[in-house]
């Protein structure tokens, strides 16, 4: 599989082969990676490898030590550089050391006909021994942290994971500016949902997590149908610099069982990608997910029954 690299200049004409990662060693936070002109060229080579999708937007994996990642990046720098003050240096010093481990994915939509980066869904690897920023968090004392131990973690929550590499963190949403609202069929926010559900059906996590400030929170549960769950007493805080910040958990093997059960609907749109197709390409790695759905009939789904749905 080849893709395209280079400096903002070269990105129309370079095409290099991701097999090899020497070209991994370049600073994927550097400005350079997050000029309009890279990024444009980064959308074009991306298209290629997909041969030539014909939806005006796309849906690409795109892990985080390749520096196509900025498609995403862009999107983190602009949503939260304007709104809590989260410059280069605070981004690369929360999520930086997950990308070095190779842990960290970022899903990102894109405008194929604008050439532009449209959304991004950053996930982050839960590891024995580097943990996740938001779990690390939870632990953590003082500012930006909760100070719980785990067997607090644990005891506030009903967690399908049994072992570290079970769990996954969903370490950022974010929609660009000019994308938001009713800008195409379905929405750059629904089209994150759904890539992110399917994504992680067909992965090895059990359990996703996430902090989530309140009002993404809000629209996050409403197009989910409460998708997430809270920890039980464990109160919202001011996160480095969202002032309203909830820790979050959802099993989303047990959460597709409902859903196909209770709202329909809602499980052909995010399951299935329904009436997203015609506007979105989703590029998934090796194909569309597979995965062993659960019985609702012979699995506990009171965690999802006992609250109101939207």
Known sequence: MTGQLGTPDEAS???????DRSHFANDVWASEWRDDNYLAGAIDGLRREHNEPAQPFGVYFIDGSDPRSSLGRSVEQERFGDEYGN??????????????DRATELIVVVDHVERRPAGV???????AERGCRMLND???TGENGWGLSWDEITARSSFAANKPESITEIATIAVA????????????????YAALLQRALGSQANTWVCLMERIPYLLVQAIGKDV???FDGVDSRPYHGAPDTIPVWANFREYE??????????HDLLVKSAGLLDQYYFGFPGGAPTWDPLDPDVIDLRMYESVPHA
């Open 257 to 266: 069982a409902y859903l196909g059960r209770a709202h329909p609907d809602s």
């Open 121 to 127: 869904i950053r996930t982050i690897r839960n590891t």
């Open 177 to 192: 500016k000019r994308y938001q609202g009713a800008r195409s069929a379905g929405g750059v926010s629904k089209a994150l």
């Open 13 to 19: 004409e370079t095409v290099i082969d991701l097999r």
């Open 138 to 140: 939870l632990q953590m």
């Open 228 to 230: 997430m769950n809270e």
């Open 87 to 100: 410059d280069i240096t605070v981004l690369r010093s929360l999520y930086g050391e997950f990308e070095v």
